[in-house]
């Protein structure tokens, strides 16, 4: 082969690399949708958005309602987004305004560590350090519920809320700043009144990504909520979200029945509102990058 | 005076948060640090589970380990850095440009228990690999690929473009300029891009939980269409699953400081490869 064919043999190699992440895409999109639609061949479209009831391995009559599971899901969502939020913005706020050079260079390989461990030790912990804690703490009997995997989940969620936080936080002009102090605003007014409503759409993405990575967490919540699979009554009843109930009985069901097809269902709501999370963030950030 | 003690409590406010991010990670490493150490003897790390995993070691989990992440690297790294050099050295900005960006981003935002499910249709039973090594690999090659996208990328946006000009001026094809010039100046940091990829693949369980991975065995893997132990899964096992669950915790806690020891060693191959390079240019 000649250098000019094999020059224009791997333009097509890269070519078609380029083209396979939209392929893996629309192929993972395909393939639970197919499976996932095999499911309603047996379970009434209405009984599977409406009922809270689920229960697919029952002996007589199967109930396949996820009214409970995305009630479970939804909730420890808001609760871990309700204590990660202020905690990462507060600290990005200070690692972008305040933050000496010196804490900086700590606290930013802290914050990669910490994006790093893997979400399984997380559950771990959930289980024997903070469900026990939280047992004592309000005196339930055990602490697997849903205020424990909120609490994992805000602590996987702080990592992507504080940098990209702290990038859009950075990104704001300098004029900016000095306009406000020339106006007599020290450091605080000006973060508060200039920098962050400036930054908002780079935080509101943050904010977004932090909340597509916990709602498709696995393993922490699978640990760590208790795995009840019933409307929860309160921040301190076990539930069971949709990731966790994917990965409790996908291992058990036999191939190709309509539970293992319900799963798929599953899989396509977390596939659609996943995406649908991360094309916003993504519209929010190329707004923002144009301005 | 309104004004100071406003300030005052508001740095106080960020402070404190920056405070509690850190002693998430303060309590996680202290936590399995001093309690996990006591347990982790050569016997463990070199021995096969005993009794039902209540006794001896997990070396069987730290090979499934290797293995499985070695596959994922030989499925992914070629993929991933061809497509990266697609998007930085051959693609317009056209709309098609444009979907395959947004399509990388959405990959990586996919649940990694979607990856799982998306594993069990496609590869152990289209493909009929089976619950193997090979689809766990592959399954989790396919989770790690936008990550090596992204970070290939990145490095080969600060290859300068005066070196690809020389290399273009002196009769070189452009493929020739792209193996020769382009790869080899960005290679320290595609290679940490591929290690921060790879060490987030070795510590993930829900992609390889139907697709290959298996709580016992007695023995290594001996092709890529066995069942194999890892050992975030082990972890998930002895913490959830056993028999005798306050029996074997030192041993969770043991898996536990392991499966970390090989994440934070792999991050800091990473970063030490990346702090020199920032050193030479």
Known sequence: MTRVQLNYVFKLFFRLAGYSAVFILLGIFAMLLINGALAFRDISLGEFFTSPIWSPSAFEQPQYGILSLVVGSILITLLAMLIAVPIGVGAAAYLAEFAPKRVENIVKPAIEMLAAIPSVTIGFLGIVLLGPFLAQLFGTTNGLNALNGAILLAVMALPTIISISEDAIFAVPKSYKEASYALGANKWETLVNVTLPSSASGIIAAIMLGMGRVIGETMAVLMATGNAAAMPESIFSSVQPLTATIAIEMGEVPYNTPHYYSLFALGVILFLITLGINLLADRITSGFQMK | ?281
């Not at chain 2, 070189?172 to 960005?186: R, S």
Request: glycine share 8%; proline share 4%; charged share 10%.
């Open chain 2, 1 to 281: 005076m309104k004004k100071r003690i406003q300030f005052a409590v508001g740095l106080a406010f960020i402070l404190l948060c920056t405070m509690l991010s850190l002693s998430a990670l303060g309590v996680i490493l202290f936590d399995i640090f001093a309690k996990g150490i006591t347990h982790l003897t050569t016997e463990f790390i070199f021995g096969f589970p005993k009794n039902g995993m209540t006794e001896g070691g997990i070396f069987p989990a730290i090979i499934g380990t290797t293995f499985v992440t070695l596959i994922t690297a030989i499925f992914s790294i070629p993929l991933g850095v061809a497509s990266a050099v697609y998007l930085n050295e051959y693609a317009g900005n056209t709309w098609l440009t444009r979907l395959i960006r947004t399509s990388i981003r959405n990959l990586a935002g996919v649940p990694s228990i979607v990856y799982g499910l998306f594993g069990v249709a496609l590869f152990v039973q289209a493909f009929q690999m089976g619950t193997s090594l090979l689809a766990s690999g592959m399954t989790l090659g396919l989770m790690s690929l936008p990550y090596i996208i992204t970070a290939t990328e990145e490095a080969l946006k600060t290859v300068p473009k005066g070196i690809k000009e020389g290399s273009t001026a002196l009769g070189a094809t452009k493929f020739e300029t792209i193996l020769l010039v382009i790869l080899p100046v960005a290679l320290p940091g595609i290679i940490t891009g591929i290690i921060l990829a790879l060490s987030r693949a070795a510590g993930e369980t829900a992609p390889i939980l139907f697709t290959g991975v298996f709580f016992y065995q007695r023995y290594l893997p001996t092709s890529v269409f066995d069942e194999f132990m890892a050992l975030p899964y082990h972890l998930f096992i002895l913490s959830t699953q056993h028999h005798d669950i306050e029996g074997v915790r030192p041993l969770a806690y043991s898996t536990a400081l392991l499966l970390l020891i090989l994440v934070f060693a792999l991050n800091l191959v990473a970063f030490y490869i990346r702090a020199r390079y920032r050193q030479q240019t």
